[in-house]
């Protein structure tokens, strides 16, 4: 194939996968402790909630075997045993140890593997290049028989400002999660979803956007002067112990003067089968509970311990700096606390985002030609991601999926005859995305992008974030109409089209950020139940369930009306100013008998 590889980076190494730091699942049972295909299959089915495509996931579970193969043929130096044999840890959700890892930073030097594979390519003239260059909008033009398909994409090249046209056969679309939605989040600044919210504009179904994972082990906010938070590793929960002040009076004290009998490790105590390697959205629900009851810790109280003084009491701290070093690095570097000497602070925030653009099981949206992979489609991951599956998806996606399947669509075109570039329909959308920019310039307002982020955040994390109701919901979406009228009137943007113009590249990201928000919100309010991430306070167990009194949840964990809601929700556009239409894709389980999800 010709391939022509667009990134709004410096370099594909810049790419956000750059930062996952805990490992990637493979059910290679190399610790022959029971670990198959079927196994990583249900524990993600079950992780998700009940809410993933069932082939789908069975797919990904066949597959992740090779990726390892793959990887370590590109020379990815992953973790060994001391007699050379590849390592493994635990994460979250799983019973057994089947994550591959590179110290705390897997996903840099999975990355690295696979753009030094790609500067191979790039250097025989198999794809070409482009950086610095931004997609702005989609061309779908229609078939002989009506049909539309994509054909192309409008890009922006950031350092000069000027606005191109590519046609092609076929696009795909890996950029990514919507978390920055959030404002604060573990992402990278940059990270945004104009791509798939421009798609998404142009007739692809936007699925399960409410579905957002809020990660258990983050760096607290510690201010308004923030830009984002930053993630510590899941993989730290395999020798750190998670607790809080059993009393609120303990909380402002040091933590070693904090007896042993007067600590609550409650996620032991609530999960006892999984105990501190509970799933990310249980984990962190969890954490938000004992917060809320006045036992968090730090200056806000919104915090927990993470600690390790008996993981280096038994293994040593050599052991300790070994697995995690770089990890304990970067907590000393932003908070200056030695987590070797005192408990680690932690608190959940905005990670990964399960929603995304639907997708078909070739991995080709509903607009015939628009492939989509990794974390910007929905496919996977249900209502929640275990942890150590993101990289997973990606590499099973991008390796062994589409290679497989793109292949079915492109021998439906006819070769030799791609649209032009300079086709009518390719013209009339640069000149939708020069306008645009144009009228944006034009504003002469008094806020900046980045206050309306800040402010979309602000209103994303009160009501549609960890804790969601209907009531909330709903002031919410008026929040967001007013916050995006206010944009389209009160924005300034300094600078000019035809230069390096950061005030407008967030312009554009910050306006689909909010349209996108209410889509989210618009989601979790029709979603009338709590699974994985998406937790409605309306839904929840109580001491009344059966549930509860079997001993299967806890009060408070997330009760599914598989009833009424087994279904992918995929929401189409349906023009400016009216109510996105909602299509549903019911699940159908062959395999797997939803039931109630317990880790107890």
């Not at 959308?429 to 306008?435: I, K, L, S, Y």
């Amino acid at each position: 194939y010709e391939v022509h590889n667009f990134v709004f980076h410096d370099s594909p190494r810049r790419a956000h996968s750059v930062a996952a730091q805990g490992g990637i699942n493979a059910a290679k049972n190399y610790q022959n402790d029971g670990d198959s295909v079927h196994r990583l299959f249900y524990d993600t089915i079950k992780g998700g909630d009940y809410r993933a495509r069932e082939a789908n996931v069975h797919r990904l579970a066949e597959v992740s075997v090779n990726i390892i193969d793959q990887c370590a043929a590109q020379g990815v130096p992953f973790a060994r045993e001391y007699g050379g044999l590849l390592d493994n840890r635990s994460f979250g959700g799983a019973q057994v140890s089947r994550t591959f890892y590179a110290r705390g930073q897997t996903g840099q030097q999975l990355l690295l593997g696979a753009y030094s594979a790609l500067c191979k390519m790039i250097g025989s003239g198999g794809v070409k290049s482009y950086t610095h260059s931004e997609m702005l909008d989609l061309v779908v033009i229609p078939d002989a028989n009506g049909m539309p398909h994509a054909r192309g994409i409008i890009v922006r090249n950031l350092q000069t400002g000027e606005i191109t046209r590519h046609s092609a056969d076929a696009v795909v679309l890996a950029t990514g999660g919507y978390g920055n939605v959030f404002n604060l989040s573990t992402y990278a600044r940059g990270s945004n979803a104009t791509a798939i919210w421009r798609a998404y504009k142009r007739g692809a179904c936007m699925a399960n956007p409410c579905y957002t994972q809020i990660h258990p082990t983050c760096i607290p906010v510690s201010g308004d002067y923030q830009s984002k938070l930053t993630l510590m590793s899941e993989s730290l929960r395999n020798d750190g112990r998670i607790w809080v002040p059993k009393r609120k009076e303990d909380c402002g004290k040091n933590p070693a003067e904090i007896p042993e009998d007067a600590r609550d490790y409650y996620l032991e105590r609530m999960y006892g089968a999984f105990g501190n390697l509970a799933p990310r959205d249980v984990a962190s629900r969890a954490a938000k509970y004992q917060c809320d009851e006045g036992r968090g810790i730090g200056p806000t109280g919104l915090g927990v311990y993470l600690d390790f003084a008996e993981s280096i009491q038994r293994l040593g701290e050599d052991r300790i700096r070994e697995r995690y070093g770089n990890l304990f690095a970067m907590y000393h570097e932003i908070t200056n606390e030695d987590a070797y000497k005192a408990p680690m602070r932690i608190y959940p925030a905005v990670h990964y985002t399960m929603g995304g653009l639907w997708v078909d099981y070739g991995l080709m949206s509903n607009v015939p030609g628009l492939f989509v992979l990794g974390e910007a489609n929905f496919s996977d991951h249900g209502a929640n991601r275990l942890g150590a599956s993101a990289l997973m998806q990606g590499l099973a996606d991008g390796y062994f999926v589409l290679p497989a399947t793109i292949s079915g669509y492109l021998a439906t075109q006819k070769a030799g005859q791609r649209i032009s570039p300079d086709a009518p329909a390719f013209r009339e959308v640069e000149a939708g995305v020069r306008t645009e920019t144009e009228r944006v310039l034009a504003l002469k307002g008094r806020r900046t992008p980045d206050h309306f982020h800040k402010e979309l955040g602000r209103i994303m994390w009160e009501y549609c974030g960890m804790a969601r109701t209907q009531a909330g919901l709903e002031k919410g979406i008026g929040l967001l109409r007013n916050l995006r009228e206010e944009y389209r009137t009160n924005l300034h943007v300094s600078g000019g089209a035809t230069e390096w113009n950061q005030s407008l590249e967030k312009a554009g990201r910050v306006g689909d950020f909010i349209e996108l928000g209410e889509l989210m919100c618009r989601d979790a309010l029709m979603r009338e139940e709590s699974c994985g991430g998406h937790f409605r306070e309306e839904y929840q167990y109580t001491q009344a369930d059966p549930e509860v009194q079997q001993g299967l949840v806890n009060p408070g964990d997330v009760k599914r009306r598989d009833d009424a809601f087994a279904f992918v929700a995929a929401w189409e556009f349906a023009g400016a100013g009216r109510d996105p239409v909602l299509n549903r894709e019911p699940l159908v389980y062959e395999e797997v008998k939803m039931s109630t999800r317990s880790y107890k």
